[in-house]
């Protein structure tokens, strides 16, 4: 018989044991990124925003955001309530607008504060404040997000709104918000006795600090601040590595995210990432420049530098950026 030499099986080699484990590791985690991404989509509580009409300013480049934080108590408890200090006033009114313009090129977003008293036209209603256009019996967000199409020039791409209860939910669930008090700030009707310096607030403390009137010569101008520092401070750290790759934070985030925020019928998951991205890009935080407070069948509005507004919104338009005198603080 011939001589047979049985070869035995070396050890296996681990490289080749270790890249299997790793592609098995990125199938698994795309597959968990897919179904995460749709499970997030389908959550998302979608309303009837925006609408074409006639005269509606035509598609212009980058994408333009109407970001809304109502003052709706929906979901909160009566003992919630109480301990966010949010009063018990039913309906739902605007008490933050803001534009995002993120450029399609290279160049930073910017982020504008509308001041709710603006003094604007609202189709149907002669003049009147802003967030009024909400408020109205045939308002909502459609009449606000056209109001404000028909104020500035600029074709808003995608709408987001946020309540109280939302707002709470969310800067909890990715653990506090790291802030910059500028001021010791003590506000029992919003509910917070801050210390100047920075500090993590929780979402009581945060939805208190954004709310408040019981700073400065012109408290609305005051809370514009707050307001854009807070919202570029907690969507870059929801937009964060730490906190998207980490189970424990990214889980409930989503879930809260998708439980409290409402989006127009265009916007998905896919925009909302670009929307955090663009928030940790630096972004340029100003105001719509003014020139003063009128007083008008007996309330006190704001009215917008004509001039330095214009100029403002049709480099947004024009996917520039804003002229540097026409930025406010």
Avoid: C
């Avoid at 979608?46 to 509606?56: F, N, T, V």
């Amino acid at each position: 018989m011939p001589n047979t030499i049985r070869r035995t099986k070396g050890p296996r080699r681990p490289g080749r044991l270790i890249a299997r484990i790793l592609a098995g590791l990125i199938v698994l985690l795309l597959v968990l990124a897919v179904a995460g991404y749709f499970t997030i989509d389908g959550r998302l509580q979608r309303i009837d925003a925006l609408s074409d009409y006639e005269g509606r300013p035509a598609d212009t480049p980058g994408t333009t955001w109407l970001l809304v934080g109502s003052d709706s108590r929906e979901g909160l408890t009566k003992a919630q309530r109480r301990k966010l200090a949010t009063g018990s006033s039913v309906g739902r009114r605007t008490d933050t607008m803001m534009l995002l313009h993120i450029p399609a090129g290279d160049g930073r977003p910017t982020l504008v504060s509308l001041p709710r008293d603006s003094y604007v036209p609202i189709e149907g209603h002669g003049s009147d404040k802003l967030n009024a256009a909400y408020s109205f019996k045939d308002g909502g967000p459609k009449l606000l997000a056209k109001t404000v199409e028909q104020a500035t020039g600029l074709r808003i791409d995608n709408y987001m709104e946020i309540g109280f209860g939302g707002f709470v939910g969310i800067v909890d669930a990715i653990g506090g918000v790291e802030i910059d008090v500028k001021q010791s700030i003590k506000d029992p009707k919003a509910g917070i006795n801050l210390k100047k310096g920075v500090q993590t607030l929780d979402g009581a403390e945060a939805l208190g600090y954004v709310r408040t009137r019981a700073t400065g010569s012109i408290p609305d101008f005051e809370r514009t601040q707050r307001q854009r520092q807070f919202f570029s401070a907690v969507v870059k750290k929801a937009a964060s590595p730490g906190v998207l790759l980490n189970p424990f934070t990214s889980v409930p985030l989503a879930f809260s995210a998708t439980d409290s925020v409402s989006v127009g019928e265009e916007t998905g998951a896919f925009n909302l990432l670009s929307l955090g991205l663009a928030m940790g890009d630096n972004p340029v935080t100003t105001i719509v420049p003014f020139s003063g407070f009128e007083n008008v069948n007996s309330q006190e509005v704001v009215r917008w530098d004509r001039d330095k507004a214009l100029r403002m919104f049709r480099a947004l338009a024009e996917d520039k950026q804003v002229p540097k005198d026409v930025l406010g603080k």
